[in-house]
C-alpha cells in the first residue's frame, strides 16, 4: 500500500484523508499539532450554547459539494440568512452588499446618487491599481468611506488600502445590488450542521480510514527530496504528502515568514433570548470599533436558552487565520511552493495560502487530490499551479 502524509487536521487535512480513504488504497497517517480535529469549524460550548470561532457555515453553489456534506453531517437550510452592516457616522444598518433601497435611507443619498451617476456616465477605462482605486471606481468615494474603506483597514491592520493591489479577494466586491434590500444570492447553498455540535462528528468520520492518527504532534523535519518526515524523532517515508499547514513552515523560512491576520473571540453571553433582528446572523462593523464582525451563534445552532451567546471577532496578531492577499505575500507564498517537489500536494487555507479557501473549496481540493494521487498524474515534475490547488468554486464569501 502506498503511503500518504497530510500535516494539519483542520478541515482540509480532514476532508483529505476522507477522500482518500473512501479510495481504500492507501496508508494514511495524519499529523495534528494540537489535541482536536477541525480546528475553528470545530464546535466547542460555553456555558451550554455552541459556537465555532467565527461563523463557519457552508456557502456553496456546487449542490455535489452540499450533497456530500450532508451525507454525514445534515444540514439545515440557512439561506433566509442576512448581514448588515454599521455605519456609525449615519447612525444606521445598512444591508451588505449595499442595495439602492439602503441608499434611499442615508442622509447623504443626493450626493451618493451623483457619484453613482458620474461613474456611469464618465466610466473610467483604466484598470484600478489598488483596492481603494477599484471600489472609488465602482461606488464613489461616499460609499467607499462609509462601508469599505475602514472595514478593510481593521480587517488586515494596515494603514493604507493602496497597499492591496489585486482586490478579486475583496468581501465587500459586490457592486451595489439592483434588488431589494436584503435579498440573498438565490443561487448560493446556504446550510449549518442540525446537530448541536456542528461538524464535529465529521471530523471523526473524515479519519476512520486514517491508519496513524497522530494528535499533539508536530512534524520535526522534512527531506524534500525524499519525502521522509521525522515524526516523534524518526524519520518515515512517503510516497505522497498533502500539506494544508504554511508553505513556509515546509521548506524553512529562506524567504522569511509569510504573513498572516490572526484573530481573537470574545465570547459574551447576554441575558435575553435573542438580541440581533429576524434572520439577521452576523453584523459587520466598519467604523472606529476593534471588532469586524458579530455573530448571534443560535441563529445557526438553534440551540434552545433564555440567554444567547455572541461572538465578537477582534483583529489580532495571534494565529494564522488570514493570509495577506499582499502582492509580496502571494509572490513569496509561490516561491515557497516552488521548492515543493512531486508528489507534495498544498491544500486548504494556510497551505495554498489563499485567503479565499472556504470549508466548500476544502472539500473539493481534497477530491481533486485524491483523484490525482489515485491516477497519479504527476509523478514526476510538477507544475506549481498544480501544488498550489485551485480554490475553485470559491466566491470570497466570508
Ligand atoms: C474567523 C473565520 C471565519 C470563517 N468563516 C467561514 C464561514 O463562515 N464559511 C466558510 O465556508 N469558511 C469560513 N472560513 C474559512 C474556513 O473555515 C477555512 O478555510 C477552513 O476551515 C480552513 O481549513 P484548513 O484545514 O485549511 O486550515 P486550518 O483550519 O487552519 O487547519 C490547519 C490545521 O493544521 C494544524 N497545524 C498547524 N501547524 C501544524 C504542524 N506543524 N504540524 C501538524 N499540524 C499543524 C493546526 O493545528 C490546524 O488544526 C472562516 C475562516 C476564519 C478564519
Known amino acids: 500500500?502506498?503511503?500518504?502524509?497530510?500535516?494539519?487536521?483542520?478541515?482540509?487535512?480532514?476532508?483529505n484523508a476522507h477522500a482518500?480513504?473512501?479510495?481504500?488504497?492507501?496508508?494514511?497517517?495524519?499529523?495534528?499539532?494540537?489535541?482536536?480535529?477541525?480546528?475553528?469549524?470545530r464546535t466547542h460550548?460555553?456555558?451550554?450554547?455552541?459556537?465555532?470561532?467565527?461563523?463557519?457555515?457552508?456557502?456553496?453553489?456546487?449542490?455535489?459539494l452540499y450533497d456530500f456534506l450532508n451525507k454525514y453531517v445534515p444540514m439545515r437550510d440557512c439561506s433566509e440568512h442576512k448581514y448588515l452592516t454599521y455605519v456609525e457616522k449615519d447612525d444606521q444598518f445598512y444591508s451588505m452588499p449595499l442595495s439602492y433601497d439602503d441608499i434611499e435611507l442615508m442622509p447623504d443619498k443626493q450626493q451618493i446618487y451623483n457619484e453613482l451617476?458620474?461613474?456611469?456616465?464618465?466610466?473610467?477605462?483604466?484598470?484600478?491599481?489598488?483596492?481603494?482605486?477599484?471600489?472609488?471606481?465602482?461606488i464613489g468615494k461616499i460609499l467607499y468611506k462609509k462601508v469599505v474603506e475602514n472595514y478593510n483597514k481593521k480587517m488586515w491592520m494596515v494603514d493604507d488600502n493602496k497597499v492591496f493591489k489585486s482586490f478579486g479577494w475583496s468581501t465587500k466586491g459586490d457592486p451595489i445590488k439592483k434588488g431589494k434590500r436584503d435579498a440573498f444570492d438565490n443561487e448560493v447553498i446556504s446550510a449549518y450542521p442540525i446537530s448541536l455540535d456542528g461538524y464535529n462528528k465529521y471530523f471523526d468520520i473524515a479519519v476512520k480510514?486514517?491508519?496513524?492518527?497522530?494528535?499533539?504532534?508536530?512534524?520535526?523535519?522534512?527531506?524534500?527530496?525524499?519525502?521522509?518526515?521525522?515524526?516523534?524523532?524518526?524519520?518515515?517515508?512517503?510516497?505522497?504528502?498533502i500539506s494544508s499547514i504554511s508553505p513556509d513552515e515546509i521548506v524553512g523560512n529562506i524567504y522569511g515568514e509569510l504573513k498572516y491576520m490572526g484573530r481573537d473571540l470574545l465570547k459574551i453571553v447576554l441575558p435575553m433570548k435573542e438580541c440581533f433582528p429576524k434572520d439577521i446572523y452576523f453584523l459587520y462593523?466598519?467604523?472606529?470599533?476593534?471588532?469586524?464582525?458579530i455573530v448571534e451563534y443560535k441563529r445557526f445552532t438553534k440551540y434552545?436558552?433564555?440567554?444567547?451567546?455572541?461572538?465578537?471577532?477582534?483583529?489580532?496578531?495571534?494565529?494564522?487565520?488570514?493570509p495577506l492577499p499582499l502582492e509580496e505575500e502571494q509572490n513569496k507564498a509561490m516561491k515557497y511552493h516552488n521548492h515543493l517537489p512531486a508528489n507534495f500536494f498544498c491544500v486548504g487555507r494556510n497551505g495554498t495560502y489563499r485567503y479565499s479557501?472556504?470549508?466548500?473549496?476544502?472539500?473539493?481540493?481534497?477530491?481533486?487530490?485524491?483523484?490525482?494521487?489515485?491516477?497519479?498524474?504527476?509523478?514526476?515534475?510538477v507544475p506549481m499551479e498544480k501544488h498550489r490547488m485551485k480554490n475553485f468554486s470559491s466566491m470570497g464569501k466570508e
Open 1 to 15: 500500500m502506498k503511503k500518504v502524509l497530510i500535516i494539519g487536521g483542520g478541515f482540509a487535512g480532514c476532508a
Open 20 to 41: 482518500l480513504s473512501l479510495t481504500g488504497e492507501y496508508e494514511i497517517t495524519l499529523v495534528e499539532k494540537s489535541n482536536q480535529l477541525g480546528a475553528g469549524v
Open 45 to 64: 460550548f460555553w456555558g451550554g450554547h455552541p459556537y465555532t470561532f467565527g461563523p463557519r457555515h457552508f456557502l456553496t453553489k456546487d449542490q455535489k
Open 117 to 138: 451617476d458620474d461613474i456611469k456616465k464618465n466610466p473610467s477605462n483604466q484598470k484600478p491599481e489598488n483596492l481603494e482605486d477599484f471600489w472609488i471606481s465602482s
Open 209 to 241: 480510514g486514517v491508519k496513524h492518527l497522530l494528535l499533539n504532534t508536530s512534524i520535526e523535519e522534512i527531506n524534500l527530496n525524499k519525502l521522509e518526515v521525522k515524526i516523534k524523532g524518526e524519520f518515515h517515508k512517503f510516497d505522497f504528502i
Open 285 to 293: 462593523y466598519a467604523n472606529e470599533e476593534i471588532f469586524t464582525r
Open 304 to 322: 434552545e436558552s433564555n440567554n444567547t451567546l455572541i461572538g465578537l471577532e477582534i483583529p489580532s496578531k495571534k494565529g494564522k487565520y488570514y
Open 357 to 381: 479557501v472556504d470549508i466548500d473549496d476544502c472539500i473539493e481540493q481534497a477530491f481533486f487530490v485524491a483523484d490525482l494521487i489515485k491516477k497519479s498524474k504527476w509523478e514526476n515534475a
